[in-house]
C-alpha cells in the first residue's frame, strides 16, 4: 500500500486537500475496510477494495477537478501494473459512492449503482467512508476549512448539527446496512456523542 498512500500524498498537497480528507483519513477508510470485508474475500477483491477505500478522496469534486483527476489516477493505477478493468473498477466506486451523489439518486427515486461484481467492495468502501465520518474532530476540520471566519463555538454548533441531521442517522435511514459495520456503530456513535457533549459546555 506504500505506493497507493504516496500517491494519495502527492495529490493532497497538489491540489491542497486539508488534514480531513488527507492520506490519514486514507488510511482510517482502509482500516475500516480491513474490518468489513469477509474471510472468503479473494486476494484480487480485496486489493480493488482496500485501493478504492485508500483512492476514494483523490477524484473528490470538493478538492480536485473530477475528471482531470480520474485520468491522472488511471495513469498511476497503470504505472503500479494494474489492468485496465481493475483501474475502471476502482475509479468506478469512487466516483460513485460520495453521500451527495447517493442522496441526489435517491431523491430521483435511483437506487445504488449496480457494480456487478465489484457490489460487495462498492458497499464495503461506502460504508467504511461512513464510518469514518463519526470522527468528531474530521467535521470540525472539515468545517473550519469552508467556513474559516467562522466562531469557534458557532463551528462546534454546526457540527453538532450535521451530527444529529446526518452521521446519527445513517443506520436508521438505512445508509448503514451491512452488519459488520452496524456492529462498529455503536462504540462509534457514543464516543461521537461524548466528544459532542464535551465541546458543548465548554
Not at 41 to 69: C, F, G, N, Q, W
Not at 84 to 109: F, P, V
Not at 141 to 152: L, N, S
Amino acid at each position: 500500500m506504500d505506493d497507493i498512500y504516496e500517491y494519495v500524498e502527492h495529490i493532497c498537497k497538489k491540489y491542497k486537500i486539508d488534514e480531513s480528507h488527507d492520506v490519514t483519513h486514507a488510511k482510517d477508510c482502509v482500516e475500516f475496510a480491513e474490518q468489513l470485508l469477509e474471510e472468503n474475500t479473494s486476494e484480487h477483491e480485496r486489493m480493488i477494495t482496500l485501493y478504492a477505500a485508500a483512492l476514494h478522496d483523490t477524484v473528490d469534486k470538493k478538492y480536485v477537478p473530477v475528471k482531470d483527476a480520474c485520468a491522472q489516477l488511471r495513469i498511476f493505477l497503470y504505472a503500479i501494473g494494474l489492468t485496465d478493468e481493475d483501474a475502471s473498477a476502482i475509479i468506478n466506486i469512487i466516483t460513485t459512492m460520495s453521500y451527495s451523489y447517493l442522496k441526489a439518486r435517491q431523491e430521483e427515486g435511483l437506487g445504488y449503482p449496480n457494480h456487478g461484481k465489484w457490489d460487495r467492495a462498492y458497499h464495503i468502501v461506502r460504508h467504511a467512508d461512513l464510518l469514518c465520518s463519526y470522527r468528531v474532530n474530521r467535521c470540525y476540520q472539515y468545517q473550519k476549512r469552508i467556513t474559516p471566519d467562522m466562531p469557534k463555538k458557532d463551528c462546534w454548533r454546526l457540527v453538532e448539527k450535521i451530527f444529529e441531521q446526518r452521521m446519527m442517522r445513517y443506520v436508521s435511514d438505512g445508509w448503514i446496512f451491512l452488519p459488520k459495520a452496524i456492529a462498529l456503530v455503536g462504540p462509534l456513535f457514543k464516543r461521537a456523542a461524548l466528544e459532542l457533549s464535551l465541546h458543548n459546555w465548554r
